[in-house]
Structures are given as structure tokens and as C-alpha cells.
């Protein structure tokens, strides 16, 4: 039996490892799987084949603990087979892990001094549900006359469906998001118009009870849903879909309950009075549209078409999914070139040019559509509130004008939006960690965890504004909802208003438009927009705790540009920007330091403001709040996506890769299959490993020598399985594969469905027969020596967007052919 290599144990938990010894601790950037193959006895073809390994994406990566204070023991058990116990040894001495004896195997891979720069474990893929997906282009026999049989007519219709779905997914991305708005701003406003009108009759209890109901049966009708048919909906949804992207597909993310929930339970959630807002929850729609374009419908619930399912595998979804989420931004924010640039900056992983056109097409869809619906709510059909929550922070002014002496305070805002914004990370990591041992705990602590801090925001925004003194209106009249600046009378007698209620008691869009607003400079009292601050800031942390689908994007809006406008009042007549632009500043700021996105960021707010004239002061306060937080931890995203242990693949190396190369973190064992392969070998090897493609070698009499013949996938195997093409004896096929096979019987399933080996009977005589894997086996599957370092593998991996890489030794031999 052939040896795993490498340097492999488990830990007392008995999770299987391999580490590599260092004294210091440093995130993983690759997630590896790294095995030779098995070969079936030794021949000449290990000189030339002596190392063979597969990097796979679906790997979960973990950060290993000082070696010296962990006790690494023998596995109990092989993640392939019992055979391999007695040589998976792993020994400690001094801090130091020794490699394993492999004098039992033909073949012994060259020693290396012991790495003092990086300390890392990597857990075998068999223990992680989340799979990788495939981008790479399959170049088979099948494949590549499936090709050659289209015509010119296939083709342009190939083209004409990827821009029509770009356009179906723009309608559809637009329409949601209109509706969202609809229904928040409607649900809100009756519920804040009730509460009122209590207040105004005196009957103070009885409105806080109103009050705080309303948001507990919306938050809980929100979690509810989410615990029960779709737990893949909670949270925003841009970590799942960043990781997507990246090339990590999670159960269940991309489904139509999943996208049901999303919007259904976004809207209850906003409308709760939680501190979270709606963009997030739209990117995440967004993909699912595009998903569920792309992979023909849900068959689960009937609803598919046949001329959907075009689409039929990861490279296209993705495209998809990455313009889904592009129109998801712009339907949140009517951000069109907005919405490509963040899909661009903080999501996508692969762009091309063709894509950014198609992305761009697709924003500009929902812009139109958004602006076809809006028409609608003009003429007064949408409600009494459903106006309010389609426009935007409109702050244009032709009189905008600043000097050198209006610096300081900008940049004062970057640094003050770096620290907050990096401190917010840092508490919002650790809410969440605490929030997550009790969600995991079952359902009913979902909802108790989520009723506990609903009522304890229920009673702080009724509470706080008890606080604020009544003030006369500036006006003969207050103005009223829906007016530039809108007061709230709370418990003030006519004529007066209550400035903190003001902002408290409204959606988070209409605080922002009042803060933005350049018509309330005299409006709010520093105590009041600084309580403003700390309640928003305190909130917003707390209210992404609770497993319900919202999002953060308006709530750092929110606080930002609260103390922007706290700062905008303390600089007084010392500066030309009024309080409004101060606060646009600050949101910015604010983004800046949680997200730390720059170009996408710094257009959205363009977008949202509608005002050009601000660029230079956004692009500067961006620039310098970025710089700070960048120099206490990663964006908030990146937080989350390490914390839900969605694994990711950085679009750099750390400095100790360079000082590995790939056969440093080589481990086994990888099966390998022969060109003509029995079936019940396949059979064995498909349960006993969870390797996700196998080299094709053959041997004689097929070929002179063993040679690398080429890489085929699991689910290919599954799909020969299941269609039962079996040979009698060991011998090349002499049917054409084209006619036995089409293209489509390969073609990827929706996310997070995967045919399993469990669900494929074959009898004790199909079990004796061969399958012949060469008109189905990749022919050119990228292959580099083991000399390569592992900083320009995760580089390759990066760029080229792979799941496998196969690994060969360096060959003294070298062929030279014209």
C-alpha cells in the first residue's frame, strides 16, 4: 500500500492536521489539500511521476496553536483507510515536528530545514461540509466535440441568453428592491403615525407598548422564519456571496427559500426599528437571482424552464451571480456605476472585461426600472409613506465652496473614522462571537436572544428622547412628515418639537436625509446629535448580533454621519461646509473605516448625495480613514467571513510562503485511477476518500510507459456511474462517447446540490466490470514542478481561478520537438 506524505496527525479533539512547524502564529491565506498519488505498484513511471498533489479550495484552514503547547498524537484512524495507520505518525521534541518515515515507500521527497517564519494546520477536507466550485474549462473528448457541433446559430444564441439574463436580472433586481422600500416605509411610518398619535393624547405607557410590541412581533416573525425554513438568510449575505465568488460553494446560500426569506425577512427586520439597514440583504437577493437564473429555476418547487438551464456550470454562474450582486448595490442605493464598482472592489475575485460591460448593463436595467417605478409612487400610489424611501440624500448646492483652512477637519474626520471604525470591527467580532454560541444553542435562543434585544432597543429609543428639552419651532408651523426637516412633537406641547425624537423616531433613511440635510443647521443640539452617535453606534452593534437577515451598510451611514455633523457644529462659522456636508464626510469616514472600500465607496456616496462637487473631500477622507483602520485589523466582512469559517483565498501572499515550496506541504494519500478502471475500485475509492478529482494514469498495454494521462472529476465518475456504461473487460471502448453521452448529462447542479456514491446501487456482477475514463478525463489539467513556491501557487490559484493543480517532480529528461 502506498504512504501518505507529509507531516500529518490530529490533536486531541481528534481532528486530523498537518502543521508546520514556527514560534509565531499568522492567519492562513491558502487553504491546501496536498497529497501524492497512490500508485498501484512501483514501476519506472515514479522517476518521472514521483509527486503528484491537488490544491483544493475546499479545504478548511485553521491557524495551529504553539506546538509546544498542543500534544499532537498518532491518528486514530486514516480519513481513506486502515492501511495507512501504521505509518501517519507525527513526533514532538523540543517544539520541533520531525517528518514521518517513508522508508517503506519507493520514493522519499526531499527534506527541507524547518520553516521559522509560519506556523499552520490545515484540516482535511473530509471534515468540512462547504465545497469548492470549478472554474477551470474541462478539455476532454466529450467536451470538445460537444464544441465543435455547435454551429454559428448555438453560439450567438449562447450570447443572446448571458445579455438576457443580464436583463432579466436587472427587472427582477429593481423590481425587489423597490418593494422593499414600499413595504418598510409603509410598515414603519403606520407604526411611528400610531405611536403619534398616542403620544399627542397623552397616553404615554400605552404608546411605549404599541411601540415595543410592533418591533418584537416584527423581529421575531424575521427570526422565526430565518430559524426555521432558511438559516442560510440570516446575517446580509455579502460574506457568503464574496466567498462564492472566491470559489467556495455553502449549502443552501443560493436557494429560492433562501432568497423568499431574505426578502421577507429583511423587510420585518428593518421595520423593527433594529439599527440595520437593507443594502447588505439586496446584494445577497441580487445573487440569488442570478443564481437561480443560471441554473434553471428550482426544480425542488417546479418552477423551471428548460431554456434556463443553458447555464450548466460554475464559470457562467458566477458571472451571474457577480452581476446580481452589482444590481443588488444599485437597487439599494440607485447607485448604477456604484454598484459595478463595489462587486469589483469587495466581491468579485476574477473580472474581465466582458463582464464589467455585462454588470454595468445589468445596473443600468435597474436604474431604469427603479426610475419606471418611482413614477408610480409620484403620482401618489404607494402608500401614505412609500415616497419617502425611493429618494435620495439629495444635498446638491451650487454655493459649495472650501479653502485650504477647511482641511484640517476633514482629515480630522478620516482619523476619527480609521479609530472608530476599526474599534467598531473589533466590537462587532466579539458581539457576534458571544451572539453565536448562544444561536447555536437551538431555536429557542434564537428567538430569546432576539426578543431580549429588541425590547431592550425598544426601550432606549423611547427612553433617550425623555431626555432632550422641548424646542420652539423656528417655523409658525412644525414641519411635518415628510418635509426636509419633519419634527417630532414625542411629549412637547404644540409648536414644539423634540430634536432627539426626531431622529430616533423615523427610518434610518430619513435620519440620514435630515443629517444630510443643508435646511436643519439650526435644527439639532449637540447633545442630542452626540446621543445620536453613541446610541446608533451602540445599537448597530448590538442589532447584527440577532440571527435575522439585515444588513450594515445604512447603519455605519447612519453613524457616521452623525459625529460628522457633531464635528460640523463644533467647527461652527470656522468652517464653509455647512453641518449637512460634514455629515456626508462622516458617513464616508466611517465606511472607510469599517468596510475600508475606496473607489466603490467614494461613488456611492456621489451617487447618493447627487453633489460632484464633494469628490475631492470624499476621495481625501476615504484615503486617510482606510490608512488608519488598515493598521489594526482587516474590513468587517473579511471578520465575518473568518468567523462564519468560510474559507478564503487572499489576493496575495504572506511573506513565509515564499520561503516554502509546494512539496513543504505535501500530504496523502491521492488515489489515482487507470485509463480503464474497474468499477468497483472506483466505487471503493469514491467512499473511502474525499478527494474531488483523480489523475488518470496509464500503463501498459495502453500506453509504452505509465504516463499522466490527465484529471477527472468526481462528479464526472458519478454521472459514468449512474448512466452504467460499463465494459465487460479491461479494454479501450469502441463507442463514440458523443453518442452515448451529451454535454448536459456532466452539467453542474445547482449550489450546494451534489450527486453522493450512497445513492448509486450497482450489483456484485457491475462491480467486476471497467469503465473506460479517457474520453471523459481532462487532458490538460495544470501541472507545475514541486520546486514551485507556495507564494506563486496561491498566486496561480488566484488568478487562474483553480481547484486541482497537479505537481510533478523536476525531469532531468527534456523532450525537443518542432
Known sequence: ??????????????????????????????????????????????????????????????????????????????LVSDDYEDVEEVEEQGGNLKEPLLEHHPINLRRHAPNNTSQLAIVGSNLCPIESLDYELIENDLFNQDWRSRGRAAILRYVFLKWTFCLFIGIVAGAVGFFNNLAVENIAGYKFFTVSDLMLANKYWTAFWVFAGTNLALLLFATVITAFVSTAAGGSGIPEVKAYLNGVDAPDIFSLRTLVVKIVGMIAAV????????????????????????????????????????????????????????????????????????????????????????????????????????????????????????????????????????LPPVILLGVIGGILGSLYNFLMLKVLRVCSLVNEKGRAYRLLLAATVSIFISCCLFGLPWLAPCRPCLKEDCPSMGQPGSFKNFQCPPNHYNDLASLFFNTNDDTIRKLYSSETNDDFQKSSIMLSFVASYVLGILSYGVAAPFGLFVPIILTGASYGRLIGMLMGVNSNLDHGLFAVLGSASFLGGTMRMTVSVCVIILELTNNLLLLPLVMLVLLISKTVADSFNPNIYDLILKLKGLPYLEDHAEPYMRQLTVSDVVAGPLRTFNG???????????????????????????????????????????????????????????????????????????????????????????????????????????????????????????????????????SSCVSNSS
Request: overall charge positive; aromatic content about 8%.
Open 271 to 406: 421595520s423593527s426599528s433594529l439599527h440595520v439597514g437593507k443594502a447588505g440583504p439586496m446584494v445577497h437577493i441580487g445573487a440569488c437571482i442570478g443564481a437561480i437564473v443560471g441554473q434553471g429555476g428550482s426544480r425542488k418547487y417546479g418552477m423551471t424552464c428548460r431554456w434556463l438551464r443553458y447555464f450548466k456550470n460554475d464559470r457562467d454562474r458566477r458571472d451571474l451571480v457577480t452581476c446580481g450582486a452589482a444590481a443588488g448595490v444599485a437597487a439599494a442605493f440607485r447607485a448604477p456605476v456604484g454598484g459595478v464598482l463595489f462587486a469589483l472592489e469587495s466581491l468579485s475575485s476574477w473580472w474581465r472585461s466582458a463582464l464589467i460591460w455585462r454588470a454595468f448593463f445589468t445596473t443600468a436595467v435597474v436604474a431604469v426600472t427603479l426610475r419606471a417605478l418611482i413614477d408610480i409612487c409620484e403620482r401618489g400610489k404607494c402608500g401614505l409613506f412609500g415616497k419617502g424611501g425611493l429618494i435620495m440624500y439629495d444635498v446638491t448646492s451650487d454655493t459649495i465652496t472650501y479653502h485650504i483652512a477647511d
Open 676 to 810: 480503464v478502471e474497474k468499477v468497483g475500485n472506483i466505487i471503493h475509492i469514491l467512499k473511502t476518500t474525499g478527494h474531488h478529482a483523480f489523475p488518470v494514469i496509464d500503463e501498459p498495454p495502453f500506453s509504452s510507459s505509465p504516463v499522466l494521462y490527465g484529471l477527472i472529476l468526481r462528479a464526472h465518475l458519478l454521472s459514468l456511474l449512474k448512466k452504467k456504461c460499463f465494459l465487460p473487460t479491461c479494454t479501450l471502448s469502441s463507442f463514440d462517447a458523443s453518442k452515448q453521452f451529451v454535454a448536459d448529462d456532466f452539467a453542474k447542479r445547482g449550489s450546494g446540490k451534489h450527486d453522493r456514491i450512497e445513492d448509486i446501487e450497482v450489483t456484485a456482477e457491475e462491480m467486476e466490470m471497467y469503465i473506460d475514463l479517457h474520453p471523459f478525463t481532462n487532458t490538460s489539467p495544470y501541472t507545475v514542478v514541486e520546486t514551485m513556491s507556495l507564494a506563486k501557487a496561491l498566486t496561480l490559484f488566484r488568478q487562474v481561478g483553480l481547484r486541482h493543480l497537479l505537481i510533478v517532480p523536476k
Open 1 to 78: 500500500s502506498p504512504h501518505p506524505c507529509g507531516i500529518r496527525g490530529h490533536r486531541k479533539d481528534g481532528r486530523d492536521r498537518v502543521v508546520f512547524q514556527s514560534p509565531s502564529r499568522l492567519p492562513l491565506s491558502l487553504s491546501l489539500s496536498l497529497s501524492i498519488p497512490s500508485l498501484l505498484s512501483p514501476t519506472p513511471f515514479l522517476s518521472d511521476l514521483a509527486l503528484s498533489l491537488s490544491l483544493s479550495l475546499s479545504s478548511i484552514m485553521e491557524t495551529a496553536a504553539d506546538v509546544g503547547e498542543e500534544e499532537l498524537l498518532p491518528p486514530r484512524s486514516s
